[in-house]
């Protein structure tokens, strides 16, 4: 009877001590990779709602990644605008000073540098594609290179030098949240072209060619342009402004998903990792407890070995 209690206690030992030992190698590991399992079975219970997580995160960063592609786009699109503004403001300046009395010299050349440099900032591409194209990425949305192809295409006719479509690109930023957003070249620099057309087909019908001091009839005529050269300048900046609440709009939604991954990886970490402090201390009482079973399992080997002989 005393060997066979005896086997029983050596068994139950046993199994207490491969308990113990496995609680050991887990709570190592634990504290090694500060994680509470390396497989989803281990984690039990929590499994459901740290898949939920990972998905929102993985979401969420689809979607930063997206807004940071469609960021890059809408800031090179408003420093466009904004150095369209700059060309219409310094065009109406330039008009002003050409009507004084004496006023002029070299304005024919200040109208065609300002123009190139608006057909180089309205056919900027970014990352091979053209901005101001509308969906026609592929294609500069100004055909009408140089001063001279805007006045060929004959008075009224400046709106031909576009080539750009209708349609505005769309970018989903956020779940059932699609906005429309980009510029056309059309609906920001028609005015503008509109003035510099009039100016350039005028300048070739004057004597001087708008190089050398203007006629009297010639500064009547730049001052009835002031009108459309005010629109043309009014146009833009109001484009700039609708430009950019849809900017703002993106930038927004981009820090809601930040933030939303901030909070994510949190209640990730709730669930995945472990307090090392609180597993460190469970590994140390585990480790005595396996030593105190060993030094028994040993006294009863001990024990028994003796009563056989």
Request: charged share 20%; hydrophobic share 45%.
């Amino acid at each position: 009877m005393t060997r066979i209690s005896t086997v029983g206690q050596n068994d139950f030992l046993l199994t207490d001590i491969f308990d113990i030992q496995k609680r050991i190698a887990e709570g190592t590991r634990q504290i090694s990779s500060e994680s509470k399992s390396s497989t989803y079975k281990g984690l039990a219970f929590d499994v459901q709602a740290l898949a939920a997580a990972k998905s929102i995160k993985s979401k969420s960063e689809q979607f930063i990644t997206a807004h940071r592609d469609l960021s890059r786009v809408t800031d090179v699109q408003d420093l466009v605008l904004e150095g369209l503004s700059d060309i219409a403001k310094k065009l109406k300046v330039e008009m002003i000073t050409a009507s004084q009395p004496g006023g002029g010299i070299g304005f024919k050349t200040v109208i065609n540098n300002l123009y190139t440099d608006a057909v180089n900032l309205i056919n900027i591409k970014e990352n091979g594609r053209f901005l101001f194209g509308g969906t026609r990425t592929d294609t500069a949305p100004v055909q009408s290179l140089l001063p001279a192809n805007l006045e060929a295409l004959g008075a009224g006719n400046h709106a031909q030098a576009f080539v750009n479509n209708s349609i505005k690109p769309t970018a989903l930023i956020d779940d059932g949240l699609e906005i429309t957003h980009g510029v056309l070249a059309s609906e920001v620099a028609t005015d503008l072209f509109n003035i510099f057309q009039d100016l350039m087909i005028a300048a070739t019908a004057s004597p001087g060619g708008f190089e050398k001091p203007l006629t009297d009839s010639e500064r009547e005529f730049v001052i009835s342009k002031f009108p459309e050269a005010d629109t043309a300048f009014d146009t833009i900046n109001l484009i700039q402004a609708q430009h950019g609440v849809a900017a703002r709009l993106i930038e927004e939604t981009a820090a809601r998903h930040e933030n939303e991954i901030v909070l994510v990886n949190k209640f990730i970490a709730d669930i995945e990792n472990i307090n090392v402090a609180e597993a460190v201390s469970k590994l140390n009482n585990d480790q005595t407890a396996l030593e105190a079973s060993f030094k028994v399992f040993s006294q009863l080997n001990s024990l028994s070995l003796l009563r056989f002989i």
